[in-house]
Nanobody
Framework: QVHLVQSGGGLVQTGGSLRLSCAAS????????VGWFRQVPGKEREFVAA????????IYADFVNGRFIATRDNADNTGHLQMNNLQPDDTAVYYC?????????????????WGQGTQVTVSS
């Protein structure tokens, strides 16, 4: 099973930007879609974005509303989530995940390997 290590995140003011990264331990990373999810204490984890194995297809949750961009660099086995115009409601722990399939999906059950999570806090 691939090991995913996340970086980025932190504290930002409303309207600010952050970039999350997800580094995979092996090159199978490039064979599968990558997803991003987030979770607030007391709530279920929710889908944020996903990018397919070659970066050609991407899907986003409705609340993203054009503010986030998912990218990937298969040469470096990394995925990124650029988050712009952050709002207090975006405060959560964000997780990256490697899919078990090549197409993009919103379903947690389609993802088999998960990063450790990184805290994003947006102050008002």
């Amino acid at each position: 099973q691939v090991h995913l290590v996340q970086s980025g995140g932190g504290l930002v003011q409303t309207g600010g930007s952050l970039r999350l990264s997800c580094a995979a331990s092996d090159r199978t990373f490039g064979n599968y879609a990558v997803g991003w999810f987030r979770q607030v204490p007391g709530k279920e984890r929710e889908f944020v974005a996903a990018i397919d194995y070659d970066g050609a297809g991407r899907i986003y949750a409705d609340f993203v509303n054009g503010r986030f961009i998912a990218t990937r660099d298969n040469a470096d086995n990394t995925g990124h989530l650029q988050m712009n115009n952050l709002q207090p409601d975006d405060t959560a722990v964000y997780y990256c995940a490697q899919s078990k399939v090549i197409w993009v999906s919103r379903r947690e059950t389609d993802f088999g390997s998960w990063g450790q999570g990184t805290q994003v806090t947006v102050s008002s």
